[in-house]
């Protein structure tokens, strides 16, 4: 009797303590906004806002349906360019102000994070530079940023030979054949040779192969993460038994070379090589990360989140690109233009960043298809983001610890106001004059800005360029619009149906 009085007390004193924990909470906040001049965004109308189901629903709708971008302008233009809304329980502010997103990422980048990324992507990533922030990211960001110093990007002689195996599965009578997955395999084994210091070479691997069926698993967990992550804390109660063995697989698969790594490292250390003998002959990623760690699961790690953002960026922006030219025979000719001053000689990495209309060509089909087309951060303590407030949307907003700040660079990159009136043209002549700023963000911003973005930029514009030079002229041979083949990048949802046309 006493004892289960004594727990009544207990409990009820807790329950008593929460509740003037949470008041005062509520107290603290609202005079800190006050003090700040925050005001309230517009609110997404929601048939209820504890859970927010029924926007879950539909957004799911949306993505089997390809249409979550366009779903999201239109939302956009409806509301304002700041809106909040309830997902899944987590209360959440969708944002497409250039000031709020270099708030975001730059000026108040120690305010927010990636949040518990980890918890939807770990399985296939384990904790990366993609994956991990705070003290984690800095180590990570300090061993991977020295590898993509500009002579290893300017380095296209490996690149070549995976052009040249992708050229040779082209049909030379103008027979259909669908270009994007040909250039999820080119980046694959590009990037693999880069990373590892051999390729997979699924261009030519047979049906089967070691290599083939990694490139297979790891196309498939990749796609999972985005499910994952829109989860949430409910992904703990999701499984996939086909994404556990996928993800097993390519841990497999990458540990045979991390073991070399390591070797290469125990060599380099017991007198078997000298370290000024690592950088004769081809570079490689991975013994680069093992000479600074020699811990497994991190090299891995390291190794499956750049493999992940620079091969399906690349490969993304290249799709994308020949949607546009193959419906676009206007910006081929132009392209071909400048293409034919190099008058057949291969380009180097000078050449390229010298060639404006190439681009500009590049910069608009990442305007227009961001490789990474949204992202989220989660506010690390009370914060404020600069604008979007009031009736008028310029007023401060509050933001409560643990709040989601969504960014949507398919629609900020669609604004009529920072772009023209034609915004929603695919135009590249746009950028001989345009300064966008913090307006266009294809490779993020601030500290976490992605540190592969000329690696794939060089990859994209060196594609084009030995294309055009092999090919007289792409045609179309898909009636369909653009859908979104939307994971953690983006795609062209009906693939990249298309002939080309060898030059005489």
């Not at 027979?175 to 699924?202: H, K, R």
């Not at 953002?309 to 233009?337: C, E, I, M, Y």
């Amino acid at each position: 009797m006493v004892d289960s009085t004594l727990v009544k007390i207990v409990v009820g004193c807790f329950a008593v303590f929460l509740f003037v924990k949470n008041i005062i909470s509520v107290i603290q906040r609202r005079r800190f906004a006050r003090a700040h001049g925050c005001k309230p965004p517009v609110s997404l109308q929601q048939s209820e806002r504890i859970i927010g189901y029924g926007i879950f629903k539909a957004m799911a709708a949306d993505m089997k349906a390809r249409t979550l971008l366009p779903t999201s302008a239109r939302l956009h233009r409806e509301l304002g360019n700041t809106f909040s809304l309830v997902l899944l329980s987590q209360e959440a502010i969708s944002t497409i102000e250039p000031e709020n997103i270099k708030a975001v990422l730059a000026t108040q980048f120690h305010d927010f994070g990636i949040g518990k990324r980890h918890r939807g992507m770990g399985a296939l990533l384990g904790h990366g530079i993609f994956t991990s922030d705070g003290a984690h990211w800095e180590r990570s960001r300090a061993l991977v940023r020295p590898s993509f110093a500009r002579a290893q990007v300017a380095d296209l002689e490996t690149f070549e030979s995976h052009i040249q195996h992708l050229i040779a599965k082209i049909p030379r009578d103008g027979s259909t054949i669908d270009l994007q997955p040909l250039f999820y395999q080119l980046t694959l084994d590009s990037a693999t040779e880069f990373l590892l210091g051999e390729s997979v070479d699924v261009l030519r691997s047979p049906v089967g192969s070691e290599q083939q069926l990694f490139g297979e698993a790891f196309d498939f967990a990749q796609t999972e993460l985005n499910l994952r992550l829109r989860l949430g804390p409910f992904v703990l109660l999701y499984r996939n038994k086909k994404f556990d063995t996928a993800c097993v697989r390519v841990h497999n698969f990458i540990d045979q070379f991390v073991a070399k790594a390591l070797e290469f490292r125990r060599e380099c250390q017991g007198g078997g090589g000298s370290n000024d003998e690592k950088h004769k002959g081809k570079y490689i990623f991975m013994n680069e990360l093992a000479l600074a760690t020699d811990d497994p699961i991190q090299i891995r790690s390291e190794i499956l989140n750049i493999l992940l953002a620079g091969r399906d960026t690349t490969a993304g922006l290249l799709s994308n690109t020949f949607h546009v030219l193959a419906r676009r025979p206007d910006v081929w000719a132009k392209l071909k233009q400048e293409v034919d001053q190099l008058e057949g000689k291969r380009p180097d990495y000078e050449t390229l960043r010298s060639m404006r209309y190439l681009k500009h060509v590049l910069n608009e089909s990442l305007r227009l298809y961001p490789s990474v087309p949204q992202n989220i951060r989660f506010a690390n303590k009370d914060t404020t983001l600069p604008v979007g407030g009031g009736p008028d949307g310029r007023n401060p907003i509050f933001i409560a610890k643990g709040q989601i700040i969504a960014y949507n660079l398919y629609s900020m990159h669609r604004r009529k106001d920072i772009y023209g009136e034609d915004a929603d043209e695919y135009k590249p002549e746009r950028w001989e004059n345009l300064r966008p700023g913090w307006g266009y963000l294809p490779f993020n911003g601030g500290p976490r800005i992605c540190v592969g973005q000329q690696f794939a930029l060089t990859e994209a514009g060196y594609t084009l360029v030995r294309f055009v030079q092999e090919f007289e002229r792409i045609e179309n041979r898909d009636p369909k619009p653009w859908l979104e083949n939307l994971h953690l990048t983006l795609g062209s949802g009906n693939g990249v149906h298309s002939s080309l046309f060898p030059r005489s």
